[in-house]
C-alpha cells in the first residue's frame, strides 16, 4: 500500500486563519519530501520542498515542518484565502539511490470559507 | 515557457480497446513520469523514463507501457482497456535529478465504458 498518508481527508477554515495539514509517511529512508497543490481539473503543482536533512523550511506564506523521529511531514498555510482551496498532497521520494519516484498520500481538501 | 502538454485532455474507450496518451515535456526537461489519479487511489506512480530509458516503474500490470523519443516527448500506452482504467492520466517533466520539482501537466481523462 501506500506509504504516505493523511490524517485528515478534509480540513474547513475561515479565510484568514492559519491552516495546518498533516501527514504520516512509513519509509524511513525517504530523505526528500514535496508539497503539491491540486485545484479542480488541474495538474499538481508545486508548493514546497523539504530534505531530510532538515526539520524546517519557510516559503510565502507556507510552512513544511519535518518531524523524522515520528514520521511526520505537516504544511502550515499563514493567512488563509479563498484560492487556497484546494486538495493538498505531501509525497516522498521512494526511488532509492539516484532514482526520483515520488509516491504520493491521499490528499486533503482545504475548503476555506469567506 | 511553455509547460507540460498532454494530448488529448479527454477521451472515451470501450473495453479491450487500447489507448496512447502523448506528453511534450518543458523544454530542457529529460525526464518525464507519469501518475494514474482517480478518486479511490490517488495518485499512483506509473514509470519514469530518462533519455529514452525507463528508469522506474510502479506496480501496474504489463497492459500499461510507455516510451520517450529523442526529444523527450513521451508516450504511454494502455492495452485491452479494462473500466478499472478510468482514470486522470498525469505526466510530469523535470531536468532529471532525484530532487527538485515536477512540473506536472493537465492531464488525460480516460473514461472507459
Known amino acids: 500500500g501506500e506509504s504516505v498518508g493523511l490524517h485528515l481527508p478534509t480540513l474547513s477554515v475561515q479565510e484568514g486563519d492559519n491552516s495546518i495539514i498533516n501527514c504520516a509517511y512509513s519509509?524511513?529512508?525517504?530523505?526528500?519530501f514535496i508539497w503539491y497543490k491540486q485545484e479542480s481539473g488541474k495538474g499538481p503543482q508545486f508548493i514546497i520542498d523539504?530534505?531530510?536533512?532538515?526539520d524546517k523550511r519557510q516559503g510565502q506564506r507556507v510552512t513544511v515542518l519535518l518531524n523524522k523521529t515520528v514520521k511526520h511531514l505537516s504544511l502550515q498555510i499563514a493567512a488563509t484565502q479563498p484560492g487556497d482551496s484546494a486538495v493538498y498532497f505531501c509525497?516522498?521520494?521512494?526511488?532509492?539511490?539516484?532514482?526520483?519516484?515520488?509516491?504520493f498520500g491521499k490528499g486533503t481538501l482545504l475548503t476555506v470559507n469567506p | 515557457k511553455a509547460g507540460v502538454t498532454q494530448t488529448p485532455r479527454y477521451l472515451i474507450k470501450t473495453r479491450g480497446q487500447q489507448v496512447t496518451l502523448s506528453c511534450s515535456p518543458i523544454s530542457g526537461h529529460r525526464s518525464v513520469s507519469w501518475y494514474q489519479q482517480t478518486p479511490g487511489q490517488g495518485l499512483q506512480f506509473l514509470f519514469e523514463y530518462f533519455s529514452e530509458t525507463q528508469r522506474n516503474k510502479g506496480n501496474f500490470p504489463g497492459r500499461f507501457s510507455g516510451r520517450q523519443f529523442s526529444n523527450s516527448r513521451s508516450e504511454m500506452n494502455v492495452s485491452t482497456l479494462e473500466l478499472g482504467d478510468s482514470a486522470l492520466y498525469l505526466c510530469?517533466?523535470?531536468?532529471?535529478?532525484?530532487?527538485?520539482?515536477?512540473?506536472f501537466g493537465e492531464g488525460s481523462r480516460l473514461t472507459v465504458l
Open positions: 519509509n524511513s529512508a525517504s530523505d526528500y
Open positions: 509525497a516522498e521520494n521512494t526511488g532509492g539511490g539516484s532514482n526520483y519516484k515520488l509516491t
Open positions: 523539504i530534505r531530510s536533512n532538515m
Open positions: 510530469a517533466s523535470s531536468w532529471g535529478g532525484r530532487t527538485g520539482e515536477l512540473f
